[in-house]
């Protein structure tokens, strides 16, 4: 019993500690946050950035359509598309206001509301995904999604890759550094400056090709800003909308140049030689720009002014009726007098980390849709898992060398091979063979992927456990008539298994925490396990506070199994206490009276 207070002793003292450090949260954290997955609106009014750097980047319009059909003649039957009557858009999370997840757990932003608008017009439903930018582009191609909706600035590169619309908006660059550095323009980075980057974006290209420097690359904006605002970083080249919403008062931060992006415009991907599904989409866009329904989503989710003689659409499309941002921007600059003193350092990790009104909004969420899709995608693939792995340690012990062989090479390979290689071969590579089975949804597919990279760990760890049994069970079982296989099977095997239950269940731990890498293949929101969740509502909020409520939500999977698998590893070391022996009650009275 002693064993068993133990672990429940330390149980509690965990949770305890859990506990304790949840509630410790609500000491920093502010009461309310901003919403940066919302429109809005006429509050975030802004002009044309003044500090401009030189236009030479901005390349020529060599792609804009002269004009467009009109959307009553477009055929949606012809288009191309995956699922005949629905538009699938891969898109990202992490870049409010043009892309993200609400609150309400849909994809919105004014890209993905800009192409609801679209679809609308063209009689299509649009059903988004989520998934990572740098692989978007290759899905599109590939055909996962039929438009790639991302924010994304059209190069003559990526037009090798994918074809692309007419452009809907236009992205500056912004260099983004603290308020007292010494960099204070695009001309003043060099090799030994720290340049942040979200790895695969147009920003990315700008600071290796066109200024020639090796950028520091991280996977969102967020995780971005974040290193900047430490200090880890000594600038970040972002897109204007994405910067100047990260932004918030007392951060110590500011926006000291920007420049034109590449090649002028932002259009919607789509996968090279569809080009109905392109002309579907233009005619769509016009369609949108002439009723009005562009001008509102524009004005309530980026009001910013266009640059001077660009407009989106067609050359044909009439000029956008937007309000007069400058002027909008111009009065709200007038009464703001207060300066915001920076915020302390302290300051800014209490309320980067530890927000206690996050915490309350995100556990919900994650309890209602990353918990449930991270337990199955665990269990599933650990059952799969188990079972091929037992298969090839099988095949590893065997005497036959066409047996060995092949069990030896596969697990080479998905030993060797970073997990997420291994998840985007199988979930794009076999995707698009097993369609019709999968109905285009890679969920399963990710779960096959981690079940195939489980069980090369888990064949080794069978088979470890197998060749550890003493090789006189197997005489023993032999000289009493059994043959080969039923002695493995009846007598070898079952001890083995015995042997390795404890590093079976850590490896069980491990796939808890492999399941968020899936967001790769791009899933429905309704399909993001803990990681997604915690990270698109960072997104939302510009705070890490989900992230680490998530963190947590890990922390409460995985504790408990770790002392499951600590007690299971006693007990099998020790086995179970004997019970202790009653005292006879003429004994008892003999040693009561001897005192």
Not at 105 to 120: K, Q, V
Not at 360 to 374: C, E, M, R
């Amino acid at each position: 019993m002693s064993g068993v207070r133990a672990v429940r002793t330390r149980a509690r003292i965990a949770a305890l500690l859990l506990l304790v450090g949840v509630a410790a949260t609500g000491c920093g954290g502010s009461d309310t946050a901003r919403d940066l997955c919302s429109p809005q609106g006429a509050s975030a009014a802004a002009a044309a950035p003044s500090n401009l750097g030189g236009p030479e980047a901005a390349g020529a319009d060599r792609y804009t359509t002269a004009t467009t059909e009109p959307v009553e003649s477009i055929d949606t039957a012809g288009l191309g598309l995956l699922d005949p009557g629905t538009l699938s858009v891969g898109t990202l999370s992490d870049a409010p206001p043009s892309i993200c997840v609400n609150g309400q757990g849909s994809f919105t932003g004014f890209d993905n509301e800009l192409l609801r608008a679209i679809g609308e017009k063209l009689g299509l439903r649009v059903e988004f995904s989520g998934t990572e930018f740098s692989g978007l582009l290759a899905q599109v191609a590939g055909k996962r999604f039929d438009v790639g909706s991302s924010n994304i600035t059209t190069t003559d590169a990526r037009r090798e890759l994918v074809g692309f619309t007419n452009g809907y908006d236009f992205g500056y660059f912004s260099l983004v550094v603290a308020q007292n550095s010494a960099i204070e323009a695009f001309g003043d980075l060099n090799q030994s400056s720290r340049i942040a980057v979200v790895q695969g974006t147009v920003q990315d290209e700008f600071v290796v090709n066109q200024l020639g420097l090796d950028p520091v690359k991280f996977p969102d904006y967020n995780t971005a800003y974040a290193n900047l605002k430490s200090g880890q970083v000594d600038a970040w080249v972002a897109p204007s909308a994405q910067a100047e919403g990260a932004i918030s008062p007392g951060d110590g931060i500011v926006i000291s140049q920007n420049t034109f992006s590449l090649d002028n415009f932002v259009g919607y991907a789509v996968a090279k030689g569809n080009q109905p599904l392109i002309d579907a989409l233009n005619s769509g866009l016009d369609a949108v720009i002439a009723d009005g329904t562009y001008a509102r989503l524009y004005a309530d989710w980026v009001p910013r002014e266009l640059p001077p003689g660009w407009k989106p659409g067609s050359r044909a499309a009439p000029t956008p009726e937007l309000p007069d941002f400058a002027a909008l921007a111009a009065e709200r600059g007038e009464g703001e007098t207060e300066q915001v003193a920076q915020k302390s350092t302290l300051q800014q990790l209490k309320d980067t980390f530890f927000d206690w009104s996050l915490y309350a909004k995100a556990i919900p969420d994650l309890i209602k849709t990353g918990l449930p899709n991270t337990l199955i995608l665990a269990v599933v693939s650990g059952v799969l898992g188990t079972i091929i792995g037992m298969v090839l340690a099988v095949m590893g012990i065997s005497r036959s060398r066409w047996l060995r062989w092949p069990a030896r090479i596969y697990t080479d390979i998905f030993r060797g091979l970073p997990a997420v290689v291994i998840i985007l071969l199988i979930g794009l590579g076999i995707g698009p063979v097993v369609r019709n089975i999968t109905g285009g949804n890679p969920y399963w597919l990710g779960a096959v992927a981690l079940a195939l990279l489980a069980s090369a760990y888990i064949g080794e760890i069978f088979r470890s456990g197998i060749q550890s049994v003493e090789p006189g069970q197997l005489e023993a079982a032999r000289a009493i008539g059994f043959g080969y296989r039923q002695a493995m099977t009846l007598v070898v095997i079952p001890q083995g298994v015995r042997r390795v239950l404890p590093a079976l269940m850590n490896q069980f731990i491990a796939l808890i925490k492999d399941s968020s890498l899936i967001y790769f293949l791009g899933l429905l929101a309704s399909q993001r396990e803990l990681f997604a969740v915690g990270r698109d509502l960072n997104a939302q909020t510009g705070n890490l506070s989900p992230l680490v409520a998530a963190g947590l939500m890990y922390l409460v999977l995985t504790i408990p199994l770790t002392h499951l698998v600590n007690y299971i590893d006693r007990r099998m070391r020790t086995g179970k206490p004997a019970p202790a022996a009653p005292i006879d009650p003429v004994e008892s009275a003999t040693i009561s009276e001897g005192r």
